[in-house]
């Protein structure tokens, strides 16, 4: 194996995604060959150097593994916690790979996420110039006006920059009604904030969609690995048209 990023080889190796690896490299809790590394742009080779995160030695990936679960309310997309809340590591049974959420849910909110060990089909997914389209379903309190809608569709400023164009389509009329939402964007709470924009709280999310792939059945708390032609179809697609606006 040849030179590369440390952030790049904890991520292929499964261990967090790269932006986390980043983290845990800025925050002193990653070694090479027993000295700390705080640099982003240090190299090591996994073949040869001894790489340890929080103590722990790095090994190799055995093989890649592609995970969809149907995320509960009530947990955290993360690893660990330092509040001690439940994880949807707490739901990955019978799995000998160490895997890792790809992009996240927010704690009260379900759906499907997708979690791996291969860390560039995680980047493939996440990056922004693959805008690979997320759909949710929403329970608002409280129903947007025609043009409140247009406005929710060319984007709203949420923490001073303007959301990307988004879809929206209402499901169910009434007092607290239904809408499906399409966003090619993973800012934190962002559905939320959108429709807070406009004096609406958000009741309920759920993410039923990434790409061509849908939660379909799936039960909350449940998982099932990728079918290979699953797997292939998302690079085919990511890798052949890495800025179109949705993966049909």
């Known amino acids: 194996m040849a030179l590369e990023r440390i952030q790049k080889l904890l991520s292929a190796a499964g ?13 002193g809790l990653v070694t090479v060959n027993g000295q700390v590394v705080t640099e982003l742009g240090s190299k090591a080779d996994l073949d040869v150097d001894h790489i340890k995160v929080k103590g722990k030695l790095v090994h190799p990936a055995r093989h890649h593994v592609y995970l969809m679960l149907h995320k509960p309310k009530g947990c955290v997309t993360t690893l660990t916690d330092p509040e001690g809340r439940k ?48 759909v949710y379903v929403v329970k608002v309190k409280g129903m947007l006006t025609p043009e409140q809608e247009n406005t929710f569709r060319a984007g709203v400023p949420v923490h001073g920059h303007p959301t990307a164009p988004a879809e929206i389509r209402l499901l169910q009329r009434g007092q607290n009604p239904w809408y499906e939402v399409k966003l090619m964007e993973g800012r934190q709470n962002q559905i939320k904030l959108m429709f807070r924009h406009f004096g609406l709280l958000v009741e309920k999310l759920k993410r039923v969609k990434i790409g061509f792939l849908e939660l379909g059945s799936l039960r909350p708390g449940k998982f099932r690995h990728l079918e290979p032609e699953e797997v292939e179809r998302f690079r085919r697609k990511l890798k052949a048209r890495p800025r179109q606006n949705n993966m049909e």
């Open 15 to 27: 261990v967090t995604s790269r932006r986390k690896a980043e983290e845990l490299i800025l925050q």
């Open 87 to 134: 994880t949807v590591m707490d739901l990955i049974h019978g799995v000998k790979e160490r895997v890792y959420p790809v992009g996240r849910l927010d704690y009260d909110s379900e759906g499907l996420l997708l979690l791996t060990n291969d860390g560039g089909f995680a980047n493939l997914i996440t990056h922004a110039k693959s805008q690979v389209q997320k």
